[in-house]
C-alpha cells in the first residue's frame, strides 16, 4: 500500500457542479462542515461542468443554495465560505479540457499554499463514469507522488453485472481500490449506522442475533411519491436496479454480518463481503415465487387523481418497468442458515418509510392465549426515516382477572435528543472522504456480489414474458400477490407509519 498523506488540506473537485445534486445536497453539506470547523484549514472547492459561467456567478448560485437546502440556520460565515469556491467550464469528452483543469488546480494549490491532495466527486450522469476517471489518468491526475487523490462516483455503478464488470476494469486499470469511493447516501444517515451500535455494543442482543431465536427480517423502503420528473431515467433503471442493488442490500449487509474484528474500515467492510458471497444463489426457474414486481397504476388519494406509471411524462405507454419489487431469500451460513429475509420497496406506497423489523421467535410454549403468531411474537423495528429511532414490542399483562395480554412498545426517538443535531447523510459521507475512511463506501467486490445475486431476477424478467408485472393503485402497499412471499400464513409484512409507533394501520398520505 502506498505510504499516505496525513495533511487533509484540499482541493474538493465536483464535476457535475451545476447540477441538482451540487446544490441540493453537496454545497450546504460542506458549508455544514466549515461551520462546525471540520473543514481543514486551507481548501478550495473547484465546480467543474459544462454550463458557462464565471466564478462570481457559480458563488452567487452556491450561496442561494446554502440558503434554500442547508439545514445551518447560521448563514453568517455563508460569505466567507463561498470564498473558497472556483468555477472551470469543461467539456468532459475532450482531453484538452483535462490540461486545462490540471493548469487550474496547479494554479489554485499556489493560491492557498495546498499540496497535491485532491478529491474528484462525479456528480454526472452514469454513462461518464468511464470518462471522466480515464482522462484525469491521462493528464496524469490519478498520480499520488504529491499527494493523495480521491475518485468518488455516485450510484448506480454499472446497469448490470456486465457493465460492472466493465467498470470495475477500466477503472482500475488506472486507479487504486483504495482511492474510489463509490457513494451510497443511505449508508451515511445516522440511524443506518446506529445498527452497528445496536448490535455490538448491547449484551442483551447479540445473543438473540442468529437463527435460534429469530424468525425472520423485513426490511421496507417505501416512497409514497411516482417518479416525479425522472421518468426518462427511471424507465430505464427500475426499482430493483434503483434501491435493491445498492441501498437496501447494503442495509443487510450491516444486519447480518458477523461482529468485525475491530472497527477499522477494513475489517466492517470484509463482514459485509462475506454476507454477499453468503447468498444463496436465485436459480431462474423460481424467480416468479421468490420475486414479485410491481408497477403502481391510477387511483383516487385524498380525493385527488392520481396518475398510473404508465401515464407519467416520459414513461414509454408500454412500459414494463418496475416500481414496486419484494424479493424473499437466504443467506447460507451458520449464524443465518434458514432464516427467511424479505425486503420490499415501491414508489407511490401509503408513506414514506424506510425501516428494519426484525421477528423473533415465539416461546417455545403458549402458555398465554394470542389471537395469531404475529401477535405472539416479540419484534424490533429499527426506523431509518423519518421518526429516526427504534422500537422494541413486548406483551403484558392487561390490569384486571385472568392473564389477558396486549402488546406494548417500548420506543427511542432521535427527536427526544432535542441538544443533538442529526446531520444529513452527504455531511458525514463527504466527511469521510476528506479523512480518507471509506467504511460506509461500498468496495468493488461487494458491488460485484451483489450484482452477481440479482442477475437471475433480472434475466428471467426480461427473457421470460410468462412472470408477470402486477399493477396495484397507487396509495397501496403494492401487489397482493406479495403478501404470499411470506409463507408461513400465520405472519404478514408489517404496514408502518410515518409515526414509528402507530404499527400495522392503513395510514392515509
Not at 196 to 209: K, Q
Not at 212 to 230: C, F, K, W
Not at 301 to 314: D, L, S, T
Not at 321 to 349: M, Q, S
Request: glycine share 6%; with cysteine.
Amino acid at each position: 500500500m502506498k505510504e499516505r498523506f496525513m495533511n487533509t488540506n484540499h482541493i474538493y473537485v465536483i464535476f457535475g457542479a451545476s447540477g441538482d445534486l451540487t446544490k441540493r445536497k453537496l454545497i450546504p453539506a460542506l458549508y455544514s462542515l466549515y461551520v462546525q470547523k471540520l473543514l481543514p484549514e486551507k481548501f478550495i472547492i473547484l465546480g467543474v461542468a459544462r454550463t458557462k459561467i464565471n466564478v462570481d456567478e457559480f458563488r452567487e448560485l452556491m450561496l442561494e443554495s446554502i440558503k434554500k437546502y442547508g439545514d445551518i440556520t447560521d448563514l453568517s460565515e455563508a460569505g466567507d465560505f463561498v470564498k473558497n469556491l472556483f468555477y472551470e467550464t469543461i467539456q468532459y469528452d475532450e482531453l484538452n479540457s483535462y490540461n486545462i483543469l490540471k493548469e487550474k488546480l496547479n494554479e489554485l494549490r499556489k493560491l492557498k499554499d495546498i499540496n497535491g491532495n485532491t478529491i474528484f466527486y462525479l456528480a454526472t450522469p452514469p454513462n461518464l463514469y468511464d470518462v471522466i476517471p480515464l482522462n484525469l489518468a491521462k493528464v496524469g491526475l490519478n498520480k499520488e507522488d504529491d499527494g493523495w487523490k480521491r475518485l468518488i462516483i455516485e450510484k448506480p455503478f454499472g446497469y448490470d453485472l456486465q457493465s460492472a464488470l466493465q467498470l470495475k476494469e477500466l477503472l482500475l486499470r488506472d486507479w487504486e481500490e483504495e482511492q474510489i469511493y463509490r457513494i451510497d447516501h443511505y449508508l451515511g444517515k445516522e440511524t443506518v449506522q446506529n445498527l452497528l451500535v445496536t448490535r455490538f455494543s448491547n449484551g442483551i442482543f447479540e445473543p438473540l442475533w442468529n437463527r435460534n431465536y429469530i424468525h425472520h427480517i423485513e426490511i421496507t423502503s417505501a416512497e409514497n411519491i411516482g417518479v416525479e420528473n425522472r421518468g426518462g431515467y427511471y424507465d430505464n433503471i427500475g426499482a430493483l436496479r434503483d434501491m435493491v442493488q445498492n441501498h437496501l442490500l447494503q442495509i443487510v449487509g450491516l444486519i447480518a454480518m458477523e461482529p468485525p474484528s475491530s472497527l477499522e474500515p477494513l475489517s466492517i467492510r470484509n463482514e459485509i463481503l462475506k454476507v454477499f458471497q453468503s447468498l444463496r444463489p436465485i436459480k431462474i426457474d423460481e424467480v416468479s415465487k421468490i420475486a414479485i414486481r410491481g408497477q403502481y397504476t391510477e387511483s383516487i388519494i385524498n380525493n385527488e387523481k392520481v396518475k398510473g406509471y404508465r401515464e407519467e411524462k416520459n414513461i414509454n405507454p408500454d412500459s414494463k418497468t418496475e416500481t414496486y419489487v419484494a424479493i424473499k431469500f437466504f443467506i447460507d451460513n451458520w449464524r443465518w442458515g434458514g432464516v427467511p429475509f424479505y425486503i420490499r420497496t415501491g414508489k407511490r406506497l401509503p408513506t414514506r418509510v424506510t425501516e428494519v423489523v426484525i421477528h423473533f421467535k415465539p416461546t417455545p410454549h403458549f402458555l398465554f392465549s394470542r389471537n395469531n403468531l404475529q401477535e405472539a411474537c416479540n419484534k424490533l423495528i429499527l426506523r431509518i426515516q423519518p421518526d429516526e429511532g427504534m422500537l422494541l414490542e413486548i406483551g403484558i399483562k392487561i390490569p384486571g382477572q385472568g392473564f389477558n395480554v396486549q402488546n406494548i412498545d417500548l420506543d427511542f426517538k432521535y427527536s427526544e435528543l432535542s441538544h443533538q443535531r442529526i446531520p444529513e447523510a452527504y455531511e458525514r459521507l463527504l466527511y469521510d472522504t476528506i479523512k480518507g475512511d471509506n467504511t460506509l463506501f461500498a468496495r468493488t467486490e461487494e458491488v460485484i456480489a451483489t450484482w452477481k445475486f440479482l442477475t437471475p431476477i433480472l434475466e428471467a424478467w426480461q427473457n421470460n414474458n410468462e412472470i408477470p408485472l402486477y399493477g396495484y393503485p397507487a396509495g397501496t402497499w403494492g401487489p397482493k400477490e406479495a403478501d404470499k412471499l411470506i409463507e408461513d400464513g400465520k405472519v404478514s409484512w408489517r404496514f408502518p407509519c410515518r409515526n414509528l409507533t402507530n404499527s400495522n394501520l392503513y395510514c392515509e398520505l
